[in-house]
């Protein structure tokens, strides 16, 4: 059983988005994509924040989506952290505990830019916990020209949020997160795909065995780079972190089922038939994860 981890879909014709919208399928897209591929279940996430979209899309997007396919896509919801008066002291749990009711098992993609240990940040995270609900975010490096929470080389501010709040289950997610698997990463590439023999040392690694709440999400580029790169480390590191990495795409269209749509599944099922990666370890990565996370 395969159960994405992080995909985006809208019920709007692809002709009447802008070209920044990057041609996002609609459900039906979706759902024939997994057909295609064998996947049985999807999270789909909204893109309700400003900045990697020229159109916000609403959670409302996402439930009618959802509704197209009860059986196969899973809502989450997106609560940016400065609803209502952009201040650290709003109560979020009222617009997450909204989405809940109708059906939500997460929140995100959070893309917000601003720093991860901003307070509004903080704020949403908490009520985040409060509510029980996982928090899917995009990782950034900077203020500006790009999407996602802000953190430093070395992922400082992560570390210093998950002290802070450890009740919050984030699902970790983008290059700059997953190029710290690496302990030999540089400031010059950690917002891109790294190459090459992993070494020891890597912060994601370490974050991983400190922090319960702290999920690995692998879907995208980031993610199967992550573990690709390095075949052997790779399937060492999945094996490692059985219980703390949930398996997905970060697809959106069509074009892409032969490429990101199977790419880190077709990875897993060559290490599994290969006796590089456990029947255990395959399964909790795929599927068993995100039922447990997501409350399935």
């Known amino acids: 059983m395969f159960i994405d981890i992080h995909a985006h879909t ?16 609609n459900p039906d897209e979706l759902v024939a994509m997994y057909d295609g591929a064998g996947i049985d279940m999807g999270c789909i996430l909204p893109a309700t924040q400003p900045e990697p979209r020229a159109c916000i899309q609403s959670n409302e997007d996402i439930l009618a989506a ?27 749990s009222y617009p997450i505990n909204h989405y809940k009711e109708k059906g939500c098992k997460g929140v995100g993609e959070i893309t917000a830019n601003l720093p991860i240990d901003d307070p509004r940040c903080w ?12 928090l899917t975010f995009h990782l950034a490096t900077r203020a500006g020209g790009c999407y ?10 992560l570390e210093k949020t998950l002290q802070a709040i450890p009740d919050v289950t984030f699902l970790a997610h983008s290059q ?31 974050l991983l065995s400190r922090y319960p709440g702290l999920i690995g999400d692998l879907s995208a580029g980031s993610g199967y780079n992550a573990v690709s790169r390095d ?5 060492a590191f999945l094996e490692q972190f059985q219980d703390k990495l949930c398996w997905g795409t970060d697809c959106y269209k069509s ?10 599944k077709t990875f897993l099922e060559d290490g599994l038939a290969a006796g590089k990666l456990s029947q255990q370890a ?12 997501l409350g399935l």
């Open 10 to 25: 809208t019920i709007y014709p692809r002709e009447l988005r802008p070209v920044a919208e990057k041609g996002i399928g």
């Open 231 to 235: 075949p052997d480390f790779g399937y």
């Open 66 to 92: 959802a509704a197209m396919f009860p059986d196969r896509l899973i809502p989450f919801c997106g609560i940016d952290p400065r609803l209502q008066n952009n201040s650290p002291d709003v109560d979020l």
């Open 123 to 134: 704020n949403l995270f908490r009520h985040a916990a409060a509510c029980q609900m996982p």
């Open 176 to 206: 700059p997160f997953w190029a710290h698997i690496s302990g030999d990463v540089s400031e010059d590439e950690w917002a891109g795909y790294p190459t090459g023999p992993v070494t020891e040392g890597g912060r994601v690694p370490e």
């Open 282 to 293: 395959f399964d909790k990565i795929t599927h068993q994860n995100a039922q447990r996370v």
């Open 255 to 264: 074009e892409q089922a032969d490429g990101l749509l199977i790419q880190l």
């Open 148 to 157: 996602g929470f802000i953190d430093e080389f070395g992922l400082p501010l």
